[in-house]
T-cell receptor, first 111, second 114 residues
Framework: GNSVTQMEGPVTLSEEAFLTINCTYT??????LFWYVQYPGEGLQLLLK?????DKGSNKGFEATYRKETTSFHLEKGSVQVSDSAVYFC??????????FGSGTKLNVKP | DTEVTQTPKHLVMGMTNKKSLKCEQH?????MYWYKQKAKKPPELMFV???????INESVPSRFSPECPNSSLLNLHLHALQPEDSALYLC?????????????FGSGTQLSVL
């Protein structure tokens, strides 16, 4: 079946540290992959996406590369800010209308 | 306008009440979704409407009743809920619902059932 596995949080970093949040997936066929971010008390916002193997999605300094050989879509940022503190969800979309979300990873960035 | 608007933002209801959650988008999207999110958990899909027709019902109890009056509006009617139904209810939309599209989410309705 289709599923997404994310590293468990919370992840606590100091400002300007390097961030990696791991995400691996299981899917039949060739899904699109997404990272969504959720700030406290809000809905999810799309952070970036990639639709095929070797695509790199990027936005606001965040990057993730669709790796078919390792079935991964790890989220990275070179220098995190306090304002990046949020919950990050990895997701895949394969079968019309249906998104599969990972369990979410909470990021805390300390000044 | 790239927003999905949900009302109310907060709702407290008793187990015998009837209430409705509302969702609106004016992006011309033809697929609309209801998700339920418990604290510290990912969103769980409840219903999908595609071109105003219910296309997915994820075995949701009948005390939740969705309605899509037109392509811009999506309602979720609530009746005889249980305390375990307390959660953040998220509405989302996408362009056609035909796969590989991004979802646009509203800010959600935080529901408490007493």
């Amino acid at each position: 079946g289709n599923s997404v596995t994310q590293m468990e949080g919370p992840v606590t970093l100091s400002e300007e540290a390097f961030l990696t949040i791991n995400c691996t997936y299981t899917a039949t066929g060739y899904p699109s992959l997404f990272w969504y971010v959720q700030y406290p008390g809000e809905g999810l916002q799309l952070l970036l996406k990639a639709t095929k193997a070797d695509d790199k999605g990027s936005n606001k300094g965040f990057e993730a590369t669709y790796r078919k050989e390792t079935t991964s879509f790890h989220l990275e940022k070179g220098s995190v800010q306090v304002s990046d503190s949020a919950v990050y969800f990895c997701a895949l979309n394969y079968n019309f209308n249906k998104f599969y979300f990972g369990s979410g990873t909470k990021l805390n960035v300390k000044p | 306008d790239t927003e999905v608007t949900q009302t109310p933002k907060h709702l407290v209801m008793g187990m015998t009440n009837k209430k409705s959650l509302k969702c609106e988008q004016h992006m011309g999207h033809r697929a609309m979704y209801w998700y339920k999110q418990k604290a510290k958990k990912p969103p769980e899909l409840m219903f999908v409407y595609s071109y105003e027709k219910l296309s997915i019902n994820e075995s949701v109890p009948s005390r939740f009743s969705p309605e899509c009056p037109n392509s811009s509006l999506l309602n979720l009617h609530l009746h005889a809920l249980q305390p375990e139904d307390s959660a953040l209810y998220l509405c989302a939309s996408s362009l056609t619902g035909t796969g590989k599209e991004k979802l646009f989410f509203g800010s959600g309705t935080q529901l408490s059932v007493l």
